[in-house]
């Protein structure tokens, strides 16, 4: 059984920086195509970034946050840095059941993690 966890939310000022962590079982990160989304209150499930065969990430976080992998631990991480009001968000990890290469769309994704908050004050 696959299991998603993430951690790492929390509240932070305008311009400050955050990494979400993704915790993995039941499945093998290297093997998978990993996703992250967030969901403001009111909006859609939005797509932020993914690391397949690359990454690859949406416009509006391009050159402030990251995606990277800890095979060993067998978990991934969200770097954000200089974070903006509209960056809060419950942000969700993602992952598919193989590993390819851009893969924007929550449709796309097999399994969740429950998901962990992000506040930004501005």
């Known amino acids: 059984q696959v299991h998603l966890v993430e951690s790492g939310g929390g509240s932070v000022q305008a311009g400050g920086s955050l990494r979400l962590s993704c915790a993995a079982s039941?499945?093998?990160?290297?093997?998978?195509?990993m996703g992250w989304f967030r969901q403001a209150p009111g909006k859609d499930r939005e797509f932020v970034g993914s690391?397949?065969?690359?990454?690859y990430y949406a416009e509006s976080v391009k050159g402030r946050f990251t995606i990277s992998r800890d095979s060993a631990k067998n978990t991934v991480y969200l770097q954000m840095n200089s974070l903006k009001a509209e960056d809060a968000a419950v942000y969700y990890c993602?992952?598919?059941?193989?590993?390819?290469?851009?893969?924007?769309?929550?449709?796309?994704?097999?399994?969740w993690g429950p998901g962990t908050q992000v506040t930004v004050s501005s």
């Open positions: 993602a992952a598919r059941a193989l590993r390819v290469g851009v893969s924007t769309s929550s449709a796309e994704y097999n399994y």
């Open positions: 039941g499945l093998t990160i290297s093997l998978n195509t």
């Open positions: 690391d397949g065969w690359g990454t």
